[in-house]
């Protein structure tokens, strides 16, 4: 492992990744200006990847020996993301932010992680939930995995969704809109296949109902992404449900799962809004 400067190079799950660079497939980018998938600013670090426990590891043995300012990770979807992120933060103990990647990951790894260590910046990750409305509290019970619900504040999970979206006017297959989120306010997102409700991170025992309205949604997306300093890790769900098409001076990515920093520190979480801002 040594220090090098690095490119951000993102690419649609289509197309080619650029091998000297570090990022993964995103679902389509927001557009404006000059932007395209690179980030225009190489910053100075250290990559790894592997397994989970690979790129705890790794983070550990840099962590003892730079000062690492913030990280990007990027997840290749293979489940327990909720607890790599957790550890990987408390080992970091910096800004973190990344995402899910639209398609598989470069290297087939579990993870990639880059350790920045530029001296040249000073780094900032900011997340955003757009859904403001906190509707009530609820006790969520999970079925084989923590992916799983199957009862809501006692009732079937399947069932107590639909009742909830016909009280907020909101179809049946529309998961996007209404959702929970953990105590820190990061989402999940949930699907239903068959009668079984699952979701794309791991429930809490009492979750957050939360609402964002159709009309709010493209203005609190275009007003975060709307940065020419950052790299904005969004999410695919929340593109979904747009109006119109996003714009930014900067590089918006639309991912499946967002990291996210809270008051604890990083977490994973899904229809959310996390950039790293880069600044002189």
Not at 33 to 56: K, N, R
Not at 97 to 109: F, I, L, Q, S
Not at 254 to 277: I, Y
Request: proline letters at 3%; charged letters at 30%; one cysteine or more.
């Amino acid at each position: 492992m040594r220090k090098k400067k690095t490119r951000l190079c993102f690419y649609e799950p289509q197309g080619r990744p650029d091998p000297l660079g570090f990022g993964c497939a995103s679902l389509g980018f927001a557009r404006g200006g000059d932007t395209s998938g690179a980030f225009p600013l190489p910053l100075e670090g250290i990559h790894v990847c592997g397994s989970y426990e690979e790129c705890l590891k790794g983070a550990g043995m840099v962590s003892g020996l730079e000062r690492i300012k913030a990280a990007i990770v990027l997840l290749n979807g293979q489940g327990g993301e909720n607890g790599f992120v957790r550890r990987l933060s408390s080992i970091l103990k910096c800004p973190v932010t990344g995402g899910g990647a639209a398609a598989d990951a470069v290297n087939e790894a579990d993870a990639e992680v880059l350790l920045i260590t530029d001296a040249d910046y000073e780094f900032e990750v900011i997340t955003e939930n757009i859904h403001s409305q906190i509707l009530g509290k609820y006790r969520l019970e999970p079925g084989r995995c923590l992916r799983e619900v199957v009862r809501i504040d006692g009732e079937d999970a399947a069932g107590w969704l639909k009742r909830k979206k016909g009280e907020y006017g909101i179809s049946e297959e529309d998961f996007e809109h209404l959702t929970f989120s953990d105590e820190n306010h990061i989402n999940a997102h949930f699907r239903q296949e068959g009668d079984r409700i699952f979701c794309g991170r791991d429930i809490e025992e009492t979750m957050l109902l939360r609402l964002v309205e159709p009309e709010e949604v493209n203005r609190r997306m275009q007003e975060f992404y709307e940065d020419e300093e950052a790299v904005v890790f969004g999410c695919a769900g929340l593109k979904g449900i747009t109006t119109g098409e996003i714009r930014t001076r900067g590089l918006g990515l639309f991912l499946f799962g967002e990291v996210c920093m809270t008051a604890d520190g990083a977490e994973f979480g899904n229809l959310m809004l996390s950039k790293l801002r880069v600044r002189r």
